[in-house]
């Protein structure tokens, strides 16, 4: 009960504190002081998505090894799996120039930006198909 409140507690204080970056940088500007307010929210989100897959697999190792240490094998299977997989498309991404912009970013800003964007892709087109898959398989176990 106790991690209860700690999990509730600390989900109560990211959202106060991305509230109060939402209405500084609103008030401030998000265009003035070059930018700044814009690179704070960038940095914030990037922390919660960083918190949230350090949560994910923390959390599972925990609940993994409690009930069943062998089940730890398939996470490090699904970790490694999806290294691979991040490994691959930022390869494969060509990160080519933005379009309507003067002074371009840097290559490596460009590579990775393009492989955010083909990772999106892929596993939105992946949720896709098993969202399809999912619904054919349960009609044709409903119909027997």
Not at 24 to 41: I, M
Request: hydrophobic letters at 60%; a positive charge.
């Amino acid at each position: 009960m106790k991690l209860n409140k700690i999990f509730k507690w600390g989900m109560v204080a990211l959202i106060l504190v991305s509230v109060a970056i939402l209405i500084w940088g609103s008030s401030v500007g998000f265009e003035s002081n070059g930018g700044k307010a814009t690179d704070v929210l960038l940095t914030w989100a990037y922390i919660m998505v960083g918190l949230a897959v350090a949560s994910w697999v923390v959390v599972g190792l925990i609940v993994s090894a409690a009930n069943d240490p062998k089940s730890l094998i398939k996470i490090g299977g699904v970790l490694v799996g999806a290294a691979v997989i991040c490994a691959v498309v930022y390869f494969l991404s060509a990160g080519a120039p933005a379009v309507g912009m003067a002074v371009q970013p840097e290559a490596s800003t460009l590579k990775l930006t393009d492989t955010l964007l083909n990772l999106t892709y892929l596993f939105g087109a992946g949720a896709i198909c098993a969202i399809v898959v999912g619904e054919i398989r349960m009609a044709l176990n409903n119909r027997k």
